[in-house]
């Protein structure tokens, strides 16, 4: 919502062909002007220590200064912060170096299944229909493969496993979230591919998922909305927009973004149809037993 407000605000200060200018021109200055911690790898590295630093330093002023606490194990949340600090760096620069990379390059190379590229030699590889079916399923795998491996969501589904007794298996919520993304991602290429609207494609999901969630109990709802959240994790987000901006490019989209705007309302619809699901299977099992 912030982000649509400024760009309300922005189309009435600046025209699209300025953005592009503007953008065109500053990518040139920076090609020419980077400095060292501009590039790989200190970029990363200075990344990771201000995306985790500025935070420890807050929540430091805020427990010593502000409530007049201590910490118990010193020593040990000390080395923890340490470790948090180093893994977010190696982290930032394995994803620039490993899954940025063969995300970009996948997604350049992927409309080579159904159209000649000149990256690729031999392309296209398959009939049209067959190269389009091969991309989406691509797609759908890979958002599948990337949501199971997040461990927001593998937290997710034991938090909920043990709030609800049980009734909400992490099993269940893991692999409904999973599909949903992968369906998400799926829409996502198909728009890149066929340039869709996404605006017409997001509308009528949201209809659903907003009908859905007054049809739903409370805590199918919370569940659900909440795990919108987890498909923007630190492996799914990289691999995602990399390989977006890439088959962008490769297909002359307008633009490559948009993926992840599916994957997040897609889990979400996704969710709710699992909780009602569940509801009408309770329901028939009352019904049945009295």
């Known amino acids: 919502l912030a982000v649509l407000i400024l760009s309300v605000f922005v189309s009435f200060q600046i025209s699209p062909e300025q ?6 021109t500053a990518s040139s200055a920076a090609q020419v002007e980077l400095t060292a911690w ?3 790898p200190l970029v990363e590295i200075l990344l990771g220590v201000r995306a985790i630093l500025p935070l420890v330093l807050f929540l430091m002023f805020v427990l010593f200064i502000i409530l007049k606490a201590t910490l118990p194990n010193r020593m040990v949340t000390f080395y923890g912060l340490t470790l948090s600090i180093v893994g977010m760096c190696i982290f930032n620069v394995g994803l620039t170096y490993g899954l940025g990379a063969i995300g970009t390059q996948t997604g350049e190379a992927l409309p080579a299944a159904f159209m000649p590229l000149d990256i690729v030699e031999h392309s296209p590889h398959y009939p049209e229909l067959i190269g389009f079916v091969i991309c989406v399923g691509f797609a759908f795998l890979l958002g ?8 927001a969501l593998n937290a997710l589904g034991l938090t909920v496993q043990e709030l609800t007794n049980g009734a909400f298996k992490k099993s269940m919520l893991m692999y409904s979230v999973a599909i949903g ?3 998400g991602i799926a829409l996502g290429v198909a728009k890149l591919i066929f340039h869709l609207d996404l605006m017409m494609m997001l509308l009528p999901l949201y209809a659903i998922g907003i009908t859905m969630t007054v049809l739903s109990t409370e805590e199918f709802v919370n569940v659900a909305w909440d795990s919108a959240g987890v498909t923007t994790g630190p492996v799914t987000v990289p691999l995602v927009l990399a390989m977006g901006l890439g088959l962008g490019n490769a297909v002359s989209a307008v633009e490559g ?3 992840l705007s599916l994957a997040s309302i897609c889990p979400i619809v ?3 149809t699992m ?4 509801q009408f299977t309770q329901g028939s099992k009352s019904t049945n037993e009295s």
């Not at 953005?19 to 065109?24: E, L, T, V």
């Open 19 to 24: 953005i592009i200018a503007a953008s065109q």
């Open 38 to 40: 501009d590039k790989t």
């Open 144 to 151: 599948f493969g990337s949501t199971l491996a997040e461990p």
């Open 181 to 183: 993304v992968a369906v």
């Open 257 to 259: 973004f948009g993926i």
């Open 270 to 272: 996704a969710v709710l």
């Open 275 to 278: 909780g009602l699901v569940i």
